[in-house]
């Protein structure tokens, strides 16, 4: 009898049983009987891969000491989670171009569970001051990310702008607009370069 029980390494949460009395099993390898199935839910550790920039970045922040913080978005849903990122690949595969890093997320409810879809953002708190834009702000071109710009006289300016990371519904400008200069956030498809337009001044929430 002292051979048939199985105490779990970790808490969490097992699947149906795979045998039932009467089975013919075998064990002693990693080819033995699979008897179920545990899967660990408080915490989980959400894995992810980064391109080479973003990995010298947070490889000089972590050099540095800096926590990093993560966001995790699931699905299409507005709902995020917050998680700690806790691991770092020494080394980038040269085949993808990419490194793993890997997120521990508090799941004390376990409404998480392995294998949904998210989105994972890093956030690196800045001392510079960032221009942060709505997401609906921002056009598409042939490849490339464009506002419009309200300029003189009230005539509006076509700009081509590099994007950063998405805070919320949000989106930063890395480098193409200036802070203070007006942008046109609603009716883009109606706008067009060198229209002169009667703009209204509007408060936008940060999410």
Do not use: C, W
């Amino acid at each position: 009898m002292e051979f048939t029980k199985v105490k779990a390494p970790v808490a969490g949460r097992v699947s149906r049983a795979l045998v039932k009395p009467g089975n013919l099993v075998s064990g002693g390898d990693a080819n033995g009987t699979l008897l179920t199935t545990l899967v660990a839910v408080s915490p989980l550790h959400v894995l992810f891969n980064i391109d080479e920039p973003a990995y010298q970045q947070l490889t000089d922040l972590l050099t540095f000491g800096t926590p990093l913080r993560a966001e995790l978005k699931l699905g299409n849903s507005d709902r995020t989670v917050d998680g700690q990122l806790d691991y770092l690949a020494p080394a980038i595969d040269a085949r993808s171009g990419t490194a793993q890093a890997r997120l521990v997320v508090a799941n004390p409810d376990g409404r998480l569970v392995p294998g949904l879809f998210a989105r994972v953002t890093v956030v690196v708190e800045m001392k510079e001051p960032r221009v942060l834009v709505p997401e609906t702000a921002v056009g598409a071109q042939q490849g490339t990310r464009y506002v419009f710009v309200v300029g003189r006289d009230n005539k509006v300016e076509h700009r081509q702008v590099a994007l950063g990371e998405r805070r919320g519904n949000d989106r930063v400008i890395a480098s193409g607009l200036q802070s203070g200069e007006s942008i046109v956030i609603n009716g883009l498809q109606r706008v067009r370069p060198g229209m002169t337009v009667r703009p209204v001044e509007v408060s936008i929430a940060s999410n």
